[in-house]
């Protein structure tokens, strides 16, 4: 069993940038794929950013590529999701979620979520 917890999300200008957290629990935290995923209204849940459950490497959505950068403090079981040159498109609730798999850009892969944390981004 797994648990998340999101926070940072906040309103800030176009260009500005934000840092969400996902604080994560659970006995076999240390076997999962850690994914973040974002819905704005009237979309499809998007991929944003990965991590592999070896932690090897980190991968993203081509629409965040070079913008976001995600990581990881094992001591703090936490992934973190820095977001620069934020733009109005990124508005969206942003999720934080895990699965015992390596790695996927399928929301349907993974079987944990957190409650979301709202990002909006003014122009």
């Known amino acids: 069993q797994v648990q998340l917890v999101e926070s940072g999300g906040g309103l800030v200008q176009a260009g500005g940038s934000l840092r969400l957290s996902c604080a994560a629990s659970?006995?076999?935290?240390?076997?999962?794929?850690m994914g973040w995923f974002r819905q704005a209204p009237g979309k499809e849940r998007e991929f944003v950013a990965g991590?592999?459950?070896?932690?090897?490497?980190?991968y993203y959505g081509e629409s965040v590529k070079g913008r976001f950068t995600m990581s990881g403090d094992n001591a703090k079981n936490t992934v973190y999701l820095q977001m620069n040159s934020l733009k109005p498109e990124d508005t969206a609730v942003y999720y934080c979620?895990?699965?015992?798999?390596?790695?996927?850009?399928?929301?349907?892969?993974?079987?944990?979520w957190g409650q979301g944390t709202q990002v909006i981004v003014s122009s």
């Open positions: 659970g006995r076999t935290f240390s076997s999962y794929a």
């Open positions: 979620a895990a699965g015992r798999i390596i790695e996927d850009t399928n929301w349907e892969k993974y079987d944990y």
């Open positions: 991590i592999s459950w070896t932690g090897t490497y980190t």
